[in-house]
Protein backbone atom coordinates (compact mmCIF):
# COMPACT_ATOMS: atom_id res chain seq x y z
CA UNK A 1 0.00 0.00 0.00
CA UNK A 2 1.60 3.53 -1.06
CA UNK A 3 1.69 6.36 1.81
CA UNK A 4 -1.56 8.14 1.50
CA UNK A 5 -0.36 10.84 2.99
CA UNK A 6 2.10 11.16 -0.11
CA UNK A 7 -0.71 10.83 -2.56
CA UNK A 8 -2.97 13.75 -0.46
CA UNK A 9 -0.11 16.35 -0.69
CA UNK A 10 1.09 15.26 -4.23
CA UNK A 11 -1.43 14.04 -6.03
CA UNK A 12 0.18 14.57 -9.56
CA UNK A 13 3.14 12.38 -8.73
CA UNK A 14 0.89 9.82 -8.37
CA UNK A 15 -1.40 10.83 -11.58
CA UNK A 16 2.24 10.77 -13.36
CA UNK A 17 3.04 7.59 -11.89
CA UNK A 18 -0.34 5.93 -13.04
CA UNK A 19 0.36 7.23 -16.68
CA UNK A 20 4.18 5.80 -16.84
CA UNK A 21 2.67 2.70 -15.50
CA UNK A 22 0.27 2.42 -18.62
CA UNK A 23 -2.68 1.80 -15.75
CA UNK A 24 -5.95 3.06 -15.62
CA UNK A 25 -7.39 4.42 -12.34
CA UNK A 26 -9.69 7.52 -11.72
CA UNK A 27 -7.16 9.04 -9.47
CA UNK A 28 -9.39 12.74 -8.72
CA UNK A 29 -12.63 10.19 -8.19
CA UNK A 30 -10.19 8.81 -5.47
CA UNK A 31 -9.23 11.74 -3.76
CA UNK A 32 -12.76 13.42 -3.71
CA UNK A 33 -14.40 9.49 -1.92
CA UNK A 34 -10.96 10.16 0.33
CA UNK A 35 -12.19 13.88 1.30
CA UNK A 36 -15.85 12.91 1.88
CA UNK A 37 -14.49 9.73 3.98
CA UNK A 38 -12.55 12.15 6.06
CA UNK A 39 -15.28 14.72 6.35
CA UNK A 40 -17.65 11.48 7.64
CA UNK A 41 -15.61 9.99 9.77
CA UNK A 42 -14.87 13.50 11.61
CA UNK A 43 -18.57 13.65 11.97
CA UNK A 44 -18.75 10.19 14.00
CA UNK A 45 -16.27 11.33 16.29
CA UNK A 46 -17.80 14.70 17.14
CA UNK A 47 -21.15 12.46 17.93
CA UNK A 48 -18.81 9.82 19.85
CA UNK A 49 -17.22 12.49 21.67
CA UNK A 50 -21.11 14.07 22.62
CA UNK A 51 -22.33 10.53 23.62
CA UNK A 52 -19.30 10.35 26.41
CA UNK A 53 -20.00 13.69 27.85
CA UNK A 54 -23.54 12.42 27.92
CA UNK A 55 -22.71 9.36 29.76
CA UNK A 56 -20.61 11.28 32.51
CA UNK A 57 -23.36 14.39 32.68
CA UNK A 58 -26.25 11.56 33.19
CA UNK A 59 -25.87 10.83 36.75
CA UNK A 60 -25.70 15.23 37.50
CA UNK A 61 -29.51 15.05 36.08
CA UNK A 62 -32.78 15.10 37.49
CA UNK A 63 -35.46 13.13 35.89
CA UNK A 64 -36.86 15.90 33.93
CA UNK A 65 -33.03 16.54 32.52
CA UNK A 66 -32.55 13.29 31.72
CA UNK A 67 -35.77 13.00 29.62
CA UNK A 68 -34.84 15.95 27.53
CA UNK A 69 -30.77 15.07 26.89
CA UNK A 70 -32.18 11.14 25.93
CA UNK A 71 -34.68 13.10 23.32
CA UNK A 72 -31.89 15.44 22.56
CA UNK A 73 -29.80 12.32 21.55
CA UNK A 74 -32.16 10.08 19.63
CA UNK A 75 -31.48 11.93 16.84
CA UNK A 76 -27.94 11.60 17.72
CA UNK A 77 -28.09 8.05 17.69
CA UNK A 78 -29.88 7.83 14.77
CA UNK A 79 -27.43 9.90 12.66
CA UNK A 80 -24.63 7.70 13.70
CA UNK A 81 -26.16 4.82 12.00
CA UNK A 82 -26.82 6.40 9.30
CA UNK A 83 -23.19 7.82 9.07
CA UNK A 84 -21.54 3.88 9.94
CA UNK A 85 -24.05 2.65 6.68
CA UNK A 86 -22.76 5.58 4.46
CA UNK A 87 -19.02 5.10 5.39
CA UNK A 88 -19.01 1.15 4.90
CA UNK A 89 -20.78 0.95 1.36
CA UNK A 90 -18.49 4.63 0.58
CA UNK A 91 -15.37 2.12 1.58
CA UNK A 92 -16.06 -0.49 -0.97
CA UNK A 93 -15.35 1.64 -3.53
CA UNK A 94 -12.63 3.66 -1.85
CA UNK A 95 -10.94 0.13 -1.38
CA UNK A 96 -11.30 -1.05 -4.62
CA UNK A 97 -9.02 2.07 -5.74
CA UNK A 98 -6.53 1.95 -2.71
CA UNK A 99 -5.63 -1.94 -2.97
CA UNK A 100 -4.51 -0.82 -6.69
CA UNK A 101 -2.72 2.12 -6.19
CA UNK A 102 0.38 1.23 -8.27
CA UNK A 103 4.03 1.84 -5.77
CA UNK A 104 5.42 4.70 -7.02
CA UNK A 105 8.48 4.37 -9.33
CA UNK A 106 11.99 4.52 -8.95
CA UNK A 107 13.78 7.24 -10.13
CA UNK A 108 16.31 4.58 -12.66
CA UNK A 109 13.64 2.72 -13.71
CA UNK A 110 13.10 1.92 -17.20
CA UNK A 111 9.93 4.42 -18.39
CA UNK A 112 7.88 2.59 -21.20
CA UNK A 113 4.00 2.03 -22.23
CA UNK A 114 4.56 -1.79 -23.10
CA UNK A 115 7.13 -4.54 -22.35
CA UNK A 116 9.28 -3.65 -25.51
CA UNK A 117 10.85 -0.80 -22.89
CA UNK A 118 12.63 -3.47 -20.87
CA UNK A 119 16.33 -2.50 -21.18
CA UNK A 120 19.47 -4.46 -21.26
CA UNK A 121 21.65 -3.11 -19.17
CA UNK A 122 24.25 -5.64 -20.20
CA UNK A 123 25.21 -9.46 -20.93
CA UNK A 124 26.92 -12.81 -19.47
CA UNK A 125 29.10 -14.59 -22.65
CA UNK A 126 27.70 -15.32 -25.77
CA UNK A 127 25.06 -17.58 -27.17
CA UNK A 128 26.49 -20.68 -26.89
CA UNK A 129 27.48 -22.05 -30.33
CA UNK A 130 27.35 -25.86 -31.75
CA UNK A 131 29.48 -27.53 -34.27
CA UNK A 132 26.12 -29.51 -34.83
CA UNK A 133 22.63 -28.90 -34.52
CA UNK A 134 21.31 -28.45 -30.89
CA UNK A 135 18.49 -29.97 -29.79
CA UNK A 136 15.19 -28.60 -27.56
CA UNK A 137 15.28 -29.86 -24.07
CA UNK A 138 12.31 -31.74 -24.42
CA UNK A 139 13.77 -33.60 -27.38
CA UNK A 140 16.49 -34.85 -25.29
CA UNK A 141 14.76 -35.58 -22.08
CA UNK A 142 12.11 -37.57 -24.21
CA UNK A 143 14.91 -39.41 -25.16
CA UNK A 144 16.32 -39.73 -22.03
CA UNK A 145 12.90 -40.91 -19.98
CA UNK A 146 13.61 -37.86 -17.68
CA UNK A 147 10.29 -36.54 -18.05
CA UNK A 148 6.66 -38.04 -18.25
CA UNK A 149 4.47 -37.59 -21.32
CA UNK A 150 1.73 -39.64 -20.45
CA UNK A 151 0.67 -39.35 -16.90
CA UNK A 152 0.87 -35.49 -16.13
CA UNK A 153 -2.22 -34.56 -18.03
CA UNK A 154 -4.12 -38.07 -16.88
CA UNK A 155 -3.32 -37.58 -13.45
CA UNK A 156 -3.32 -33.68 -12.58
CA UNK A 157 -4.02 -32.30 -16.09
CA UNK A 158 -2.32 -30.18 -18.50
CA UNK A 159 0.96 -27.92 -17.49
CA UNK A 160 1.90 -30.44 -14.82
CA UNK A 161 4.66 -32.98 -15.04
CA UNK A 162 6.69 -35.77 -13.51
CA UNK A 163 10.35 -35.30 -12.94
CA UNK A 164 12.27 -38.67 -13.42
CA UNK A 165 15.52 -40.37 -13.01
CA UNK A 166 18.86 -38.18 -13.23
CA UNK A 167 16.73 -35.18 -13.95
CA UNK A 168 15.48 -35.79 -10.09
CA UNK A 169 19.17 -35.50 -9.17
CA UNK A 170 20.02 -32.51 -11.35
CA UNK A 171 17.78 -30.51 -9.79
CA UNK A 172 18.46 -30.99 -5.94
CA UNK A 173 21.85 -30.54 -7.25
CA UNK A 174 20.62 -27.29 -8.15
CA UNK A 175 19.03 -26.28 -5.31
CA UNK A 176 21.78 -27.56 -3.02
CA UNK A 177 24.32 -25.34 -5.11
CA UNK A 178 21.92 -21.72 -4.83
CA UNK A 179 21.38 -22.01 -1.44
CA UNK A 180 24.98 -23.11 -0.02
CA UNK A 181 26.04 -19.93 -2.16
CA UNK A 182 23.16 -18.32 -0.44
CA UNK A 183 23.83 -19.08 2.95
CA UNK A 184 27.36 -18.36 2.95
CA UNK A 185 26.19 -14.71 2.23
CA UNK A 186 24.25 -14.69 5.37
CA UNK A 187 20.96 -15.49 4.30
CA UNK A 188 18.82 -17.45 6.57
CA UNK A 189 17.57 -20.95 5.00
CA UNK A 190 14.33 -21.71 5.66
CA UNK A 191 11.72 -23.81 4.74
CA UNK A 192 8.04 -22.16 4.44
CA UNK A 193 4.37 -23.38 4.37
CA UNK A 194 2.47 -23.02 0.65
CA UNK A 195 -1.20 -22.53 1.99
CA UNK A 196 -1.88 -19.72 3.60
CA UNK A 197 -4.86 -17.72 4.63
CA UNK A 198 -5.88 -13.84 2.42
CA UNK A 199 -4.32 -11.95 5.31
CA UNK A 200 -0.61 -13.16 3.97
CA UNK A 201 -1.96 -12.97 0.08
CA UNK A 202 -3.36 -9.77 0.44
CA UNK A 203 -0.35 -7.94 2.64
CA UNK A 204 2.34 -8.94 -0.15
CA UNK A 205 -0.12 -7.27 -2.53
CA UNK A 206 -1.14 -10.91 -4.32
CA UNK A 207 -4.82 -9.83 -3.66
CA UNK A 208 -6.63 -8.55 -4.93
CA UNK A 209 -5.32 -7.99 -8.03
CA UNK A 210 -3.75 -11.14 -8.79
CA UNK A 211 -6.92 -13.11 -8.22
CA UNK A 212 -7.50 -15.06 -11.10
CA UNK A 213 -4.28 -16.74 -10.68
CA UNK A 214 -4.17 -18.11 -7.19
CA UNK A 215 -5.34 -21.43 -6.66
CA UNK A 216 -7.94 -21.21 -3.55
CA UNK A 217 -8.56 -23.91 -1.30
CA UNK A 218 -11.56 -25.47 0.48
CA UNK A 219 -13.84 -21.98 -0.36
CA UNK A 220 -15.80 -21.72 2.45
CA UNK A 221 -14.19 -24.27 4.89
CA UNK A 222 -10.12 -23.75 5.56
CA UNK A 223 -10.39 -20.42 3.33
CA UNK A 224 -6.60 -21.10 2.19
CA UNK A 225 -4.63 -20.66 -0.90
CA UNK A 226 -1.57 -21.95 -2.62
CA UNK A 227 1.08 -19.41 -2.71
CA UNK A 228 2.30 -17.98 -6.10
CA UNK A 229 5.36 -17.92 -4.85
CA UNK A 230 6.64 -18.32 -1.19
CA UNK A 231 7.73 -14.65 -0.97
CA UNK A 232 3.92 -14.51 0.66
CA UNK A 233 4.47 -16.72 3.63
CA UNK A 234 9.03 -15.46 3.85
CA UNK A 235 7.36 -11.96 4.48
CA UNK A 236 4.59 -12.35 6.02
CA UNK A 237 6.67 -13.97 8.59
CA UNK A 238 7.09 -10.36 10.45
CA UNK A 239 3.76 -9.61 9.83
CA UNK A 240 2.62 -7.20 13.22
CA UNK A 241 5.75 -6.91 14.57
CA UNK A 242 8.24 -4.11 15.67
CA UNK A 243 11.73 -4.98 15.06
CA UNK A 244 13.74 -3.60 17.39
CA UNK A 245 17.18 -3.70 15.84
CA UNK A 246 17.59 -3.89 11.75
CA UNK A 247 21.24 -2.54 11.65
CA UNK A 248 21.78 -4.97 9.61
CA UNK A 249 19.11 -6.33 6.90
CA UNK A 250 17.58 -9.49 7.89
CA UNK A 251 18.00 -11.60 4.68
CA UNK A 252 15.96 -15.19 3.89
CA UNK A 253 16.61 -17.69 1.14
CA UNK A 254 14.19 -20.71 0.66
CA UNK A 255 12.99 -24.12 -1.39
CA UNK A 256 9.34 -24.29 -2.44
CA UNK A 257 6.85 -25.20 -4.89
CA UNK A 258 4.65 -22.72 -6.16
CA UNK A 259 1.23 -22.82 -7.83
CA UNK A 260 0.04 -20.81 -10.32
CA UNK A 261 -3.52 -21.14 -12.86
CA UNK A 262 -1.52 -19.50 -15.99
CA UNK A 263 -5.04 -18.08 -16.46
CA UNK A 264 -3.88 -15.27 -19.23
CA UNK A 265 -1.64 -18.25 -21.27
CA UNK A 266 -3.76 -20.43 -22.72
CA UNK A 267 -1.83 -22.57 -25.49
CA UNK A 268 1.31 -20.57 -24.90
CA UNK A 269 4.58 -22.22 -24.15
CA UNK A 270 2.87 -25.67 -23.61
CA UNK A 271 5.39 -27.61 -24.44
CA UNK A 272 6.93 -29.62 -21.47
CA UNK A 273 7.62 -27.16 -18.54
CA UNK A 274 8.47 -24.03 -19.43
CA UNK A 275 5.36 -22.59 -18.07
CA UNK A 276 3.16 -24.95 -15.37
CA UNK A 277 0.38 -24.80 -12.68
CA UNK A 278 3.12 -26.59 -10.41
CA UNK A 279 6.61 -25.20 -10.40
CA UNK A 280 9.46 -25.21 -7.71
CA UNK A 281 11.84 -22.11 -7.03
CA UNK A 282 15.00 -20.92 -5.02
CA UNK A 283 14.02 -17.21 -4.00
CA UNK A 284 14.81 -14.38 -1.25
CA UNK A 285 13.22 -11.88 0.87
CA UNK A 286 14.74 -9.27 2.98
CA UNK A 287 14.02 -6.70 5.25
CA UNK A 288 15.84 -3.62 5.92
CA UNK A 289 16.12 0.23 6.79
CA UNK A 290 14.78 2.73 4.16
CA UNK A 291 18.63 4.08 3.81
CA UNK A 292 19.56 0.36 2.77
CA UNK A 293 16.86 -0.75 0.42
CA UNK A 294 19.14 0.81 -3.09
CA UNK A 295 22.51 -0.86 -1.98
CA UNK A 296 20.86 -4.24 -0.66
CA UNK A 297 18.77 -4.50 -4.38
CA UNK A 298 22.14 -3.91 -6.01
CA UNK A 299 23.72 -6.72 -3.95
CA UNK A 300 20.54 -9.16 -4.78
CA UNK A 301 21.15 -8.78 -8.30
CA UNK A 302 24.26 -9.40 -7.79
CA UNK A 303 23.90 -12.95 -5.82
CA UNK A 304 21.85 -13.93 -8.49
CA UNK A 305 23.88 -13.24 -10.96
CA UNK A 306 26.81 -14.63 -9.11
CA UNK A 307 24.92 -18.33 -9.00
CA UNK A 308 24.19 -18.07 -12.85
CA UNK A 309 27.73 -17.05 -13.86
CA UNK A 310 28.65 -20.14 -11.63
CA UNK A 311 26.52 -22.08 -13.90
CA UNK A 312 28.26 -20.63 -16.74
CA UNK A 313 24.58 -19.77 -18.73
CA UNK A 314 24.99 -17.00 -20.95
CA UNK A 315 21.78 -14.14 -19.78
CA UNK A 316 20.72 -10.84 -20.02
CA UNK A 317 20.06 -8.64 -17.55
CA UNK A 318 17.27 -6.11 -17.60
CA UNK A 319 15.98 -3.42 -15.88
CA UNK A 320 12.32 -3.70 -15.92
CA UNK A 321 10.32 -0.72 -17.46
CA UNK A 322 7.40 0.92 -15.56
CA UNK A 323 4.73 -1.45 -17.67
CA UNK A 324 6.16 -4.45 -16.62
CA UNK A 325 6.59 -3.94 -13.17
CA UNK A 326 3.52 -4.66 -11.34
CA UNK A 327 1.63 -2.74 -8.54
CA UNK A 328 4.03 -3.05 -5.72
CA UNK A 329 7.82 -3.16 -7.30
CA UNK A 330 9.37 0.38 -7.70
CA UNK A 331 12.24 -0.83 -9.33
CA UNK A 332 12.85 -4.72 -11.09
CA UNK A 333 15.87 -6.28 -12.65
CA UNK A 334 15.47 -9.99 -14.43
CA UNK A 335 17.70 -12.30 -15.63
CA UNK A 336 17.09 -14.25 -19.10
CA UNK A 337 19.26 -16.86 -19.79
CA UNK A 338 19.83 -18.30 -23.64
CA UNK A 339 17.86 -21.05 -24.55
CA UNK A 340 19.43 -22.62 -27.59
CA UNK A 341 16.79 -24.83 -28.35
CA UNK A 342 14.62 -21.86 -28.69
CA UNK A 343 16.73 -19.49 -30.08
CA UNK A 344 15.99 -16.66 -27.90
CA UNK A 345 16.44 -15.26 -24.11
CA UNK A 346 13.50 -16.38 -21.56
CA UNK A 347 13.15 -15.14 -18.18
CA UNK A 348 15.04 -17.25 -15.19
CA UNK A 349 15.13 -14.87 -11.98
CA UNK A 350 13.74 -11.53 -11.16
CA UNK A 351 14.72 -9.21 -8.22
CA UNK A 352 11.93 -6.72 -6.81
CA UNK A 353 12.28 -3.72 -4.50
CA UNK A 354 9.02 -2.97 -3.27
CA UNK A 355 9.94 0.03 -0.53
CA UNK A 356 6.86 0.24 1.97
CA UNK A 357 3.98 -1.17 0.18
CA UNK A 358 3.94 -4.64 1.76
CA UNK A 359 5.29 -3.51 5.03
CA UNK A 360 2.57 -1.03 5.27
CA UNK A 361 -0.13 -3.79 4.63
CA UNK A 362 1.34 -6.16 7.35
CA UNK A 363 2.19 -3.65 9.27
CA UNK A 364 6.03 -4.94 9.62
CA UNK A 365 8.05 -1.68 11.32
CA UNK A 366 11.35 -1.01 12.97
CA UNK A 367 12.65 1.25 15.62
CA UNK A 368 15.28 3.77 14.24
CA UNK A 369 18.39 5.62 16.36
CA UNK A 370 15.19 7.68 18.01
CA UNK A 371 13.31 4.64 19.11
CA UNK A 372 10.52 5.85 16.45
CA UNK A 373 9.02 3.28 14.72
CA UNK A 374 9.18 3.23 10.87
CA UNK A 375 7.69 0.92 7.99
CA UNK A 376 10.84 -1.21 6.81
CA UNK A 377 11.29 -1.74 3.27
CA UNK A 378 11.10 -5.13 1.43
CA UNK A 379 12.92 -6.81 -1.35
CA UNK A 380 12.32 -10.48 -3.03
CA UNK A 381 14.04 -12.34 -5.81
CA UNK A 382 13.81 -15.34 -7.64
CA UNK A 383 17.27 -17.29 -7.98
CA UNK A 384 16.37 -20.10 -9.69
CA UNK A 385 13.08 -21.34 -11.09
CA UNK A 386 13.94 -24.78 -11.46
CA UNK A 387 12.04 -25.57 -14.50
CA UNK A 388 13.61 -22.75 -16.70
CA UNK A 389 16.81 -23.34 -15.10
CA UNK A 390 16.47 -27.18 -15.86
CA UNK A 391 15.92 -26.43 -19.25
CA UNK A 392 18.89 -23.95 -19.78
CA UNK A 393 21.71 -26.34 -18.83
CA UNK A 394 20.15 -29.16 -20.84
CA UNK A 395 19.96 -26.76 -23.76
CA UNK A 396 23.73 -25.15 -22.87
CA UNK A 397 25.41 -28.33 -22.00
CA UNK A 398 23.75 -30.64 -24.67
CA UNK A 399 26.14 -32.93 -26.73
CA UNK A 400 26.07 -34.35 -29.99
CA UNK A 401 25.05 -37.77 -28.78
CA UNK A 402 22.25 -36.60 -26.81
CA UNK A 403 23.66 -36.70 -23.12
CA UNK A 404 24.36 -33.52 -21.01
CA UNK A 405 27.83 -32.33 -19.28
CA UNK A 406 26.72 -31.18 -15.88
CA UNK A 407 28.26 -27.68 -14.76
CA UNK A 408 31.09 -28.01 -12.71
CA UNK A 409 29.97 -26.36 -9.75
CA UNK A 410 27.23 -28.77 -9.84
CA UNK A 411 29.31 -31.90 -9.80
CA UNK A 412 29.76 -32.07 -6.13
CA UNK A 413 25.86 -32.54 -5.47
CA UNK A 414 26.01 -34.74 -8.13
CA UNK A 415 27.98 -37.19 -6.91
CA UNK A 416 31.00 -36.45 -9.15
CA UNK A 417 29.05 -36.84 -12.03
CA UNK A 418 30.20 -34.88 -15.24
CA UNK A 419 27.45 -36.13 -18.01
CA UNK A 420 24.43 -37.59 -17.56
Known amino acids: MVDLKLVRQNPELMKDNIKKRNIKVDLDAFLEMDKKLITLNQELDEIKNKKNTFSKLIPTLSKEEKESKLSEMKSLWEREKSLWEEIRSLEIEYNAILWRLPNFLDSTAAIWPDDSGNTVEW??????????????????????????????SEISWARFWYLKWDLVFLQFAIVNYAISVLASRWFMPVLPPVLVREPAMFGTGFLPAGEDWVYKVNPGDDELYLVWTAEVPVTSYHAWEIIEDLTNPIKYVWYSSCFRKEAWSAGKDMKWILRGHQFDKVEMVCFCRPEDSKKLHNEMVKVEEDIWQGLWIPYQKLNICSWDLGNPAMKKYDLEAWMPGQEKYREVTSCSNVWEYQSRRLGIRYRDADGKPKYVHTLNGTVIALSRCLIAIIENYQTINGDVMIPEVLRPFMGGKEKI
Open 123 to 152: SFSKPTKFDFKPKTHYEIWEQKWWIDTEKW
